[in-house]
C-alpha cells in the first residue's frame, strides 16, 4: 500500500522533522476530538521543520470531513507572518481509515509546498504519516522526530 | 476607495510574488473582480466563473470572515484589509 515515488524533484529530501513534544500535541488534539475528526496548522520554516503546532476547530463537526476553522487559520496565519515564519502544513485525524490521503483530501490539498499529515486513529496506537501533495500525486515523506530518544 | 488585498501564498506567484496588492472596490465582490482583472492567472480560483465566492477560499475582512458578514455585498471602509486564504480541509472519502 505504500507507495514511495522515488527521486521526484520537488519532494526528493523531503521530510517533516517536529520534536516529540509537538507530535504528541498533535496526536493528542486528534484523539480528544473523536468521534470528530481533528485537525490543525503547522508553522514552521521552508526545510519543512515544524516550529509549532496548532490545533484548530473543525468548521465540519464530522467524523468524514474535516474543514479547519477560518478564524483560527486567520489568526495563525497572522501570528506566523509577524514571527517571519509561514504555515506550512496541516494535520488531520483519520478515524476509522487508513492514514493515507484520501481523493478529498487530494482534491482538496491547498498548497503544493505544505506538508500534510493524517493521524491514523483505526488502532489502538496512533499512527502519524506525512505526505507532500502536487498536482494530484501522493509522495510520503519520513516524519522525523528530532528529539528522539535513541538507547545505545 | 483602494483596498489592500492580503494575498496567501499559493496566489502570489499571478501577482509577481507581491504578497499585499491594492485594488478598487466598495464591496468584497467589487474587490474580488477588480483583483482578478488587475492578476488575470488568478481567475476562477477567488471567483467563480460564474462570479460567486470559490468554495475552497475564505475571504476576511479584517477579522471576520464575509460569509459570516454580507458575503460578496460586504461593504467595505477606507481603514478595512481584506484577506484572502485557501480552505484546509478534506476528509475520509
Known sequence: ?152 | MSVAVRLPTVLRTAASGQAVVTVDGGTIGEVLEALQRAYPAMSGQVLTNEGTLHRFVNVYVNDDDVRYLDKLDTKLGPDDVVSILPAVAGGTH
Open chain 1, 1 to 152: 500500500m505504500l507507495e514511495e515515488m522515488q527521486g521526484h524533484d520537488a519532494t526528493s529530501g523531503s521530510s517533516l522533522r517536529l520534536t516529540s513534544a509537538q507530535l504528541a500535541t498533535m496526536v493528542a488534539h486528534c484523539i480528544r476530538c473523536v468521534p470528530e475528526e481533528g485537525c490543525g496548522l503547522f508553522v514552521g520554516d521552508e526545510h519543512g521543520v515544524v516550529l509549532s503546532v496548532h490545533p484548530t476547530r473543525n468548521e465540519a463537526r464530522s467524523a468524514q470531513i474535516y474543514s479547519v476553522d477560518a478564524h483560527d487559520h486567520l489568526r495563525i496565519d497572522r501570528e506566523a507572518e509577524d514571527a517571519g515564519l509561514s504555515i506550512i502544513g496541516a494535520f488531520h485525524s483519520h478515524t476509522h481509515t487508513d492514514p493515507w490521503p484520501s481523493p478529498t483530501d487530494v482534491r482538496q490539498a491547498p498548497d503544493p509546498t505544505w506538508h500534510y499529515v493524517v493521524v491514523g486513529l483505526r488502532h489502538e496506537t496512533a499512527s502519524t504519516r506525512s505526505y507532500r501533495i502536487i498536482d494530484g500525486n501522493i509522495f510520503e515523506e519520513p516524519v522525523v522526530v528530532v528529539d528522539k530518544y535513541n538507547p545505545t
